[in-house]
T-cell receptor, first 113, second 115 residues
């Protein structure tokens, strides 16, 4: 069955420094992969998605992610963190039949001033 | 101009009670979903409806009964509430039921606490 593993439950960075949130997936087929962000007391918002086109995907708010099949990874990056980036981030994979999304456990990003 | 709204935002109730959570989307989408986020923050699909028809029922106890009176609404009714039902419940919608490509838009969540 397909699954995602987010390698860090918490990540702390200083404002203006790069962000790296790591995600590995397990799938026996070519998956669709997503990153969602959840700000406190808000619903989840799509940051970006990979659907078998370009392997480097650009999303909103300066985030991007690279699909690496050889490493089964889909890490999320941003060159320079902003205070407003503090939130929880979920890596997500669609199931084989495209019927449902499978969520990772989430990574809480803290941004220090 | 909220896209996906849920009511109530917080719900505290006693074991054994029956409660409902309402969800409405004004995006004109055909597909709606209910997710449960447990205390460990894992989000899991419970149900999905496409054009008022049930598509996915992810082995949820039959105490949970979704009701879709029209495409814009998907309500969740829970009978005989148990302690383990305590969680945050998220409603979502998408244009169609192409999960791999159609973006899902989430509501703000309903935090249910069963005492």
């Amino acid at each position: 069955a397909q699954s995602v593993t987010q390698l860090d439950s918490h990540v702390s960075v200083s404002e203006g420094t790069p962000v790296l949130l790591r995600c590995n997936y397990s799938s026996s087929y070519s998956p669709s992969l997503f990153w969602y962000v959840q700000h406190p007391n808000k619903g989840l918002q799509l940051l970006l998605k990979y659907t078998s086109a370009a392997t480097l995907v650009k999303g909103i708010n300066g985030f991007e992610a690279e699909f690496k099949k050889s490493e089964t990874s889909f890490h999320l990056t941003k060159p320079s963190a902003h205070m407003s980036d503090a939130a929880e981030y979920f890596c997500v994979v669609s199931d084989r039949y495209g019927n449902k999304l499978v969520f990772g456990a989430g990574t809480i990003l803290r941004v220090k001033s | 101009d909220t896209a996906v709204s849920q009511t109530p935002k917080y719900l505290v109730t006693q074991m054994g009670n029956d409660k409902s959570i309402k969800c409405e989307q004004n995006l004109g989408h055909d597909t709606m979903y209910w997710y449960k986020q447990d205390s460990k923050k894992f989000l899991k699909i419970m149900f999905s409806y496409n054009n008022k028809e049930l598509i996915i029922n992810e082995t949820v106890p039959n105490r949970f009964s979704p009701k879709s009176p029209d495409k814009a609404h998907l309500n969740l009714h829970i009978n005989s509430l148990e302690l383990g039902d305590s969680a945050v419940y998220f409603c979502a919608s998408s244009r169609a039921h192409r999960v791999s490509t159609d973006t899902q838009y989430f509501g703000p969540g309903t935090r249910l606490t069963v005492l």
